[in-house]
Structure formats: structure tokens, C-alpha cells
């Protein structure tokens, strides 16, 4: 099954990777050695596929990304699902910048359908991140009952749940049990950050006016390099905001991707649209969605260096178009809800 380029598929480090990659470097060996003199005869032989096509530069730069990232497009290269010319896309893209992060996003079981194009759309409008859907196993009894989420809210608080907790309790995922495993997986896919959606709701503890509690309504929640987005709901609110639905799971995925890139953006309690409201009354998140915007005092709180690619994400998050329909033009720049930060230690 062929695969969008900026696809990435988990898998261990296969003899059939592993040979695809010494077939790179013993290719790279015979084109140095091309036309050079020799005492015998030279045998014709068949070009092997890294030789076919103009994409050889490209794909020769693969030993310069990381291992895992390397794996993973050399494993989907020899599988078939990723062609020589894909990969030298990709190879490009991330050349493009040496200064270039990673960013994959990985769906489970949100139903994005247009995922792939609002990841073209987002690479297409600047330069510094480079995004990919992942595929990757999805983990068994990801989503828990609500009776399991009420004791497990019990476990991280410590304490018995206060009345309005236990009326808030429902099947949900919780974050702090997910993200030791979306660590695994950002590490062997050799992404800077992983983002995975999900149909289901996000329950975690917080800090709040009501003190130390637990939610399960979360649009997002992150932990370092890893973010849990949920667009249980978001159907409804893209549908009420005229907006496509897959450009309202990326304008989830970029707020708590941008919330995890810069630690002292405040995720505020008013809702005016900004991709940071905190949107204690879900359906706020309309107003985003209609017109997405970076409040001065938000932008001023995102580090300098990352200031310019978050404004460019928002933008093309407001500009988007859904295929079919005319797209807007975006300059490649060259440089570079309902939410909560979990710190908290597993019990």
C-alpha cells in the first residue's frame, strides 16, 4: 500500500532494513568507483533502485538523520510503502534546515481523514518543523472505564474524590498511563516530538481554582516532548465554526504542541480565540477555530527563536482549505480547550 511521503511507520530494526541501509552505503561505494580504470573486465549489472530515478542525493542523506528516523524510512522504503523518490522528499524537507525539528503525529483512532493534507499545508508554511503522520501500534486498554478513571484519580491525588470529581468521572484515557509509552514510541521513531490524537476523552490532575483536582475533558495534555490531543466533540464545534474537521484536530495538536516547545506560555482562563485559552467551557473553542490568533501577550511568552514558526502554524491553520476548494498561497519561512502540563510521578 503506497503511503503519503511524510509518512512515518513504526518497526523494529528488521534484517530487511538493515540491509536496505548497507545497500545504500555499498551503493554509494560503486558510484564513486564509476568510470574509474580497471585491469579486468567490467561486468554490466542491474542498477539497484537507490541508482533509478534522480533522488540518489537525497536518499544518501539518510545516514545524517537520526537512527530511528532513519530505520523507519529505510524499513517503509523496503517495504514498499514509501518509494526512492518519496524519501528524497522527505530527505530535502529536512536538509532544508539543519536547524529543522521533527514533529510526528500519530492518530489513534481520531478518524482524521484529511490528516495528510493539513500536514502538507503545515510543512508547506514554514521550514522550521517538519511534520509526519506515524503509524504505530495502538496499545491495548488505552481508554479506561470511568470506574477505572476514579480510582486512578484517587491514586494521583491521594486522597478520596470530592462529590463534583466523581460526577465528572467517565471512560476515558489518562494521560499520565499513556505517555510512558508515547515515549517509547518518539524514540524509536527518532522524532523531536510526538503528538497523538484520539477520538476519547483526556482525564489528568491539575492545578486550578478548585485546588489540586482531576478533569477528564481535556483538549490536550503534554509531558516533555510527548502531547495526548482529544477531538472527542470536535466534529460539533468544526461543524458550528464552518471549518474542516481535520483543521480543527491540527489547531489542538499545535496548541499543545507549541505549549511544550515553550514551558512559560500561560495557558489562560479567558476565551477570546487565542490557540492558548484554556476554554473551561469546551464550546469557546469556536472562536479559535473561526479565526485563529496568538494574543501580544501569549506571542511574548514563546521563546524568541520559536516565535516566528508559531505564527506562521497559526496563520496556515486560519488559511486552510480542504482539497478540492482553492488553496491559499503561503511563503516558506526559512527560520526556524481545555488543557494541562502533566508533571506528575506515576504512584
Not at 17 to 27: G, Q
Not at 30 to 43: A, F, H, I, T, Y
Amino acid at each position: 500500500m503506497k503511503l503519503p511521503p511524510f509518512t512515518l511507520v513504526q518497526a523494529n530494526r528488521s534484517k530487511a532494513a538493515a540491509h536496505y541501509l548497507t545497500e545504500l552505503s555499498s551503493s554509494k561505494s560503486e558510484l564513486r568507483n564509476l568510470g574509474q580504470p580497471s585491469s579486468g573486465v567490467v561486468k554490466s549489472r542491474k542498477k539497484s533502485r537507490l541508482e533509478r530515478g534522480a533522488e540518489s542525493r537525497g536518499l544518501e542523506e539518510l545516514s545524517s538523520f537520526k537512527t530511528g528516523l532513519q530505520n523507519a524510512l529505510a524499513s517503509s522504503l523496503d517495504r514498499g510503502v514509501l518509494t526512492a523518490s518519496d524519501v528524497s522528499l522527505v530527505a530535502g524537507d529536512l536538509n532544508d534546515s539543519r536547524k529543522s525539528k521533527t514533529i510526528g503525529i500519530w492518530d489513534l483512532r481520531a478518524w482524521v481523514g484529511g490528516l495528510p493534507h493539513i500536514i502538507e499545508h503545515l510543512n508547506r508554511a514554514q521550514s522550521a518543523l517538519t511534520f509526519f503522520e506515524v503509524q504505530a501500534a495502538i496499545p491495548s486498554g488505552l481508554v479506561q472505564n470511568a470506574e477505572r478513571v476514579a480510582y486512578r484519580a484517587t491514586k494521583i491525588l491521594g486522597r478520596k474524590l470530592k462529590l463534583a470529581e466523581q460526577k465528572e468521572m467517565r471512560d476515558a484515557i489518562v494521560d499520565v498511563d499513556f505517555f510512558p509509552n508515547a515515549h517509547q514510541v518518539r524514540r524509536s521513531l527518532g522524532v523531536d516530538y510526538l503528538i497523538a490524537l484520539t477520538g476519547a476523552a483526556i482525564a489528568g490532575d491539575i492545578d486550578d481554582e478548585a485546588g489540586h483536582t482531576f478533569h477528564s475533558d481535556f483538549f490536550f495534555s503534554f509531558d516533555k516532548h510527548v502531547c495526548l490531543a482529544s477531538t472527542d466533540g470536535l466534529r460539533e464545534f468544526a461543524k458550528d465554526a464552518k471549518r474542516p474537521f481535520e483543521m480543527a484536530a491540527a489547531y489542538v495538536a499545535v496548541g499543545g504542541l507549541l505549549a511544550a516547545m515553550n514551558p512559560k506560555v500561560d495557558i489562560h482562563d479567558r476565551s477570546v480565540g487565542c490557540i492558548f485559552d484554556y476554554n473551561y467551557d469546551r464550546s469557546k473553542i469556536v472562536l479559535g477555530l473561526k479565526r485563529p490568533f496568538i494574543e501580544t501577550r501569549c506571542l511574548q511568552d514563546i521563546r524568541a527563536e520559536n516565535r516566528e514558526v508559531a505564527q506562521s502554524l497559526v496563520r496556515a491553520l486560519a488559511n486552510y482549505k480542504p482539497p478540492g476548494k482553492q488553496r491559499a498561497t503561503v511563503a516558506r519561512s526559512k527560520s526556524g480547550g481545555r488543557i494541562k502540563n502533566a508533571g506528575e510521578q506515576l504512584p
